[in-house]
């Protein structure tokens, strides 16, 4: 595949050390789901416009299919599958921001991701930020409220 | 006694969901599976003389399957056989399946499917409905004298309105797993779906097998709203081929690309209007003709005609009506099932009717809506008497109390406005309104033909097991059924289990469609668990502590722990078939919209900034779902009416990629302002009736009311988008062209 042979690539993975021996220009989605066996990052469109890929690395929040594995090479990269989204996964349980689920992966890691930079930034969270943060992820299912409030909740530590 | 229905529990599915954890059917781990894929027709219409196979790629690497490797009936059995699993001589449509090829890897996979080249002789394709010869269905609804009321009648009123095709867009692709014939020779199909049997039926009848030869699965599905009723069957078809052709499982699951292209989606319509009204607005007669593209095959296309057809005429109380609808054959990829099967089209049109009504007789639009809405006692299109659960007058009252909009001065088309240019700003602003009804339910007698069964079994643990082809794929079809059960047999949420929808375990409750999963299939639990709760009630007489200990003694006992039931509809309905008179839908549910946009008039860009919704839905089960399912399906309207374009050329899809196939993303929603009425249908399971399709009807011609009013156009076509809106504007300001 891409004409250059498979060459190891050591990363994190929410935390542990993994190695995949694979071509430097594999996406980092098919790496986390075929070869770590990390399945909770998914495939919607392939092309960066649904979000439903999103992992994070070194903490900034990408599209895993847009990103070729040599490119994390030695990198932190935190999935949906990671320790540290609790608060997120509790959030999203209780105000009802999973619906199918497809989306659900890239919406927590993606909300992980705006609460850490409202931290950092020493930013309210509030739902118009929530919105604009979660701008590249689509959803089908809930027109997009309670993903809002979920988001909004687990930055403000709160749930029902 | 209620304690789990009408409060909220989380999803029992959730948990895997927010992890990571919950298995979709790419997430299965197919150890030693190739991949599966298709040979397509470039052309929307042909002759297939053949398929070359490039001799510089080396096809000993891969498995090919063509119709005579077909075992049973080359055809897709839905409502007709008409669709082949693969093509033989007649092409009909762009993508058209012509071979299956299987690889052991993506990249071999890919190299086959570029050396193999169909041979195709075009012919002249039929790509307009309005010049399409072949009629797949036609239906005539007649009400009292329609032609001679309208015949005699002092004022018509005419409109023609049009909607374009619109995108499912499930955030997951379609896909399934097959397996070859296991020792039994039994044929296994995991998949993303939302009807195990009717891919069962399918795979039977291109097998030409027995029923207990083939098992199908539901797994976790990412989202269906009717894309994945009938697609999955043809996929489930090919992907069965290439297993027993390759000896190995086969992936077929489509990227998105193929996906757009070749999926059916939401049938295009164009709907005339004529109307005769009095002067206070009481409509006396109308005249409507109903016309859908139904694409190259029948699929599920009658059906979707015939909700069309029923709900033409709206929400709305007339002596006089006579509906025409037809759905005809085109050279385009065959159009489907979407959230609301025709319903949304139809009630664009007559919502739009109605504000072109209202402008003509200078009356407000709730005005004219409150003055012909149906209420109880009532009649229908179809003759319906509507009797009870009919919350028409407080979906409308209590819309306008929350919105005002009864005491908006609306503007129809044609109304004098302020010169644009002296506002400052370039912008302006509007509201618009929109009431209506949806049937829950199969139409007609198609309950009563289908006879959904439900098994609800202790098992050892004592919990009780919900057993129905009923899928959950993101309404909430798993939390509403625990709570119907936990309520009926006195029991907690975490005392029952939903079975997973496997053909081979579960009785056929039917497909999850059309709104019938909580009132139809909801209610058969209701009364198995009944049954099982009077039993265990009766032999020991006690219903205190656990009912886990309550139903292992029970069992121990040889109490019988197994209660079925099959659906039988309320009593007194009678429908005529033939004649489509009579009462349609056990019930329906009812909601009034109000949306407020701003437009741009430098771009006619569409911004909706505010939406409310006041939905009838008998009872909400679990409030939070069935607020979830009216915010979604709202914004799918709002998409629908402004933002969501996909356009054909020569029979292909132009937007066939996520990039260019648009949907709403945060940024494009407004806040959806959601309200919930319950008037209970005594049918249903504790009062409720349908939800799933509703929201999904009246959003668009809401939106367009907003923007006739921001504007001072007619918008009769969606998408609405910028070019047409600009269009209309320089057709009602020719002084403005450059």
């Given at each position: 595949m891409n004409g250059a042979p498979d060459t190891s690539f050591t990363f994190t993975v929410n935390g542990e050390s993994r190695t995949a021996r694979c071509?430097?220009?594999?996406r980092l989605l098919d790496v986390l789901r075929?070869?770590?066996?990390?399945?909770?990052s998914k495939e919607g469109?392939?092309?960066?416009?649904?979000?439903?890929c999103t992992v994070l690395v070194d903490g900034v929040a990408v599209n895993s299919c847009l990103v070729p594995v040599c490119q994390v090479d030695g990198a932190a990269v935190a999935t949906?599958?990671?320790?540290?989204?609790e608060a997120v996964r509790e959030a999203f349980l209780a105000e009802g921001?999973?619906?199918?689920?497809?989306c659900t992966p890239g919406m927590i890691v993606m909300t992980k991701a705006w609460m850490d930079e409202c931290e950092r930034a020493g930013r309210a969270p509030t739902a118009e930020g929530a919105r604009k943060a979660l701008a590249g992820n689509l959803c089908?299912?809930?027109?997009?409220g309670k993903i809002i409030a979920s988001a909004v909740a687990a930055a403000r530590g709160e749930s029902r | 006694m209620e304690r789990t229905v009408g409060t909220d529990i989380r999803r029992p599915e959730g948990p895997d969901k927010v992890s990571g954890r919950a298995v979709f059917v790419a997430d299965l781990a197919t150890p030693g599976a190739w991949f599966g894929g298709t040979v397509r027709s470039?052309?929307?219409?042909g002759e297939l003389l053949g398929v070359d196979l490039?001799?510089?790629?080396?096809?000993?690497?891969v498995r090919l399957a063509g119709?005579?490797?077909?075992?049973?009936?080359n055809v897709v059995a839905m409502?007709?056989?008409?669709?082949?699993?693969?093509?033989?001589?007649e092409v009909r449509h762009?993508?058209?399946?012509?071979l299956l090829v299987a690889a052991p890897d993506a990249e071999t996979l890919g190299a086959a499917l570029a050396a193999a080249r169909p041979r195709i002789a075009p012919l002249p394709a039929v790509l307009d409905m309005e010049d399409a010869?072949?009629?797949?269905h036609e239906i005539l609804i007649e009400k009292g004298d329609a032609p001679s009321a309208l015949a005699r009648a002092a004022r018509i009123i005419e409109g023609t309105y049009r909607t374009d095709t619109q995108e499912q867009m499930y955030i997951e692709p379609q896909g399934v797993i097959a397996w070859p014939?296991?020792?039994?020779?039994c044929t296994v199909v995991r998949g993303s779906m939302q009807c195990p049997f009717y891919v069962h039926k399918s795979l039977v009848t291109m097998l030409g097998t027995?029923?207990?030869?083939v098992r199908v699965i539901q797994v976790e599905?990412?989202?269906?709203?009717?894309?994945k009723e009938d697609y999955p069957s043809v996929l489930a078809c090919h992907a069965v081929l290439l297993a027993r052709a390759a000896g190995v499982p086969v992936r077929m699951i489509y990227d998105r690309h193929e996906d757009l292209a070749v999926t059916p989606k939401r049938h295009p319509s164009r709907v005339r209007h004529r109307t005769s009204v009095a002067?206070?607005?009481?409509?006396?007669a109308m005249d409507i003709d109903v016309l859908l593209?139904?694409?190259?095959?029948?699929?599920l296309s009658p059906v979707v005609l015939s909700r069309a057809c029923i709900h033409a005429a709206g929400a709305y109380r007339c002596d006089h009506v006579r509906i025409r609808g037809r759905v005809v054959r085109t050279d385009h990829v065959p159009y489907g099932a979407f959230r609301g099967f025709g319903a949304p089209q139809v009630c664009f049109a007559v919502e739009r009717q109605m504000d072109r009504i209202a402008g003509a007789l200078a009356l407000h639009p709730a005005e004219l809506r409150r003055k012909n809405m149906l209420r109880v006692g009532d009649t229908t299109a179809t003759g319906q008497r509507l009797e009870t659960s009919v919350g028409s007058v407080e979906v409308m009252e209590r819309v306008l109390a929350r919105s005002r909009f009864d005491r908006h001065a609306w503007r129809s088309a044609g109304v004098a406005r302020e010169p644009?240019?002296?506002?400052?700003?370039r912008k302006r602003t509007g509201v618009g309104f929109s009431f209506f009804f949806h049937g829950a339910g199969?139409?007609?007698s198609g309950e009563e033909l289908l006879k959904a069964r439900v098994r609800v079994e202790l098992d050892q643990g004592g919990r009780a097991v919900v057993e129905t082809a009923s899928t959950e794929f993101g309404q909430g079809t798993i939390a509403m059924f625990t709570a119907l059960a936990a309520d009926a047999l006195g029991?907690?949420?975490?005392d029952i289990r939903i079975a997973a929808a496997d053909t081979s375990r579960v009785?056929?409750?039917?497909?999850?469609?059309?709104?019938?999963?909580?009132?139809v299939v909801g209610g058969c639990v209701m009364k198995a668990c009944a049954e099982l709760r009077a039993r265990m009630s009766a032999a020991s007489g006690d219903e205190s502590g656990p009912f886990a200990d309550r139903a292992r003694a029970f069992l121990a006992g040889g109490g019988d722990g197994l209660a079925e039931v099959v659906y039988a509809s309320p009593p007194g309905l009678v429908w005529d078939e033939e004649h489509y008179?009579?009462?349609?839908?056990p019930a329906y549910g009812w909601a009034a919209d109000v949306a407020e946009v701003e437009v741009d008039l430098d771009t006619f860009e569409v911004r909706v900034t505010r939406f409310l919704s006041t939905v009838d839905?008998?009872?909400?089960?679990q409030p939070q779902l069935v607020e979830g399912q009216i915010e979604g399906g709202s914004l799918q309207a709002i998409g629908f009416a402004h933002l969501e374009v996909v356009t054909t050329e020569g029979g292909r899809f132009?937007?066939?990629?996520m990039a260019t196939c648009i949907i709403p993303g945060t940024l494009d929603t407004p806040p959806i302002e959601v309200e919930l009425v319950e008037v209970p249908f005594?049918?249903?399971?504790?009062g409720a009736k349908g939800v799933g399709?509703?929201?999904?009807?009246?959003g668009a011609p809401a939106v367009a009311s907003a923007i006739e009013d921001a504007?001072?156009?007619?918008?009769?076509?969606?998408?609405?988008?910028p070019e047409r809106l600009l269009d209309a504007w320089l057709r009602a300001h020719p002084e403005e062209a450059l």
């Open positions: 071509a430097p220009l594999a075929e070869d770590l066996r990390l399945t909770g469109c392939g092309e960066g416009e649904c979000g439903a949906v599958e990671g320790p540290g989204l921001g999973a619906q199918c689920g497809i089908r299912c809930t027109g997009y | 470039d052309v929307p219409r490039d001799p510089a790629f080396d096809w000993d690497r119709p005579a490797e077909v075992p049973g009936a409502i007709n056989e008409d669709m082949p699993v693969l093509a033989e001589r762009v993508g058209q399946p012509l010869p072949d009629v797949l014939p296991d020792a039994s020779g027995r029923a207990d030869a599905t990412g989202g269906g709203f009717g894309g002067d206070d607005g009481t409509l006396l593209d139904g694409g190259a095959y029948t699929t644009h240019d002296s506002q400052g700003a199969f139409t007609g029991a907690a949420p975490e009785p056929n409750s039917g497909p999850t469609v059309a709104s019938r999963t909580c009132m008179r009579g009462d349609a839908y839905v008998g009872k909400a089960i132009l937007q066939d990629r005594p049918h249903g399971p504790a399709e509703l929201p999904m009807d009246g504007l001072g156009i007619h918008v009769d076509h969606i998408p609405a988008t």
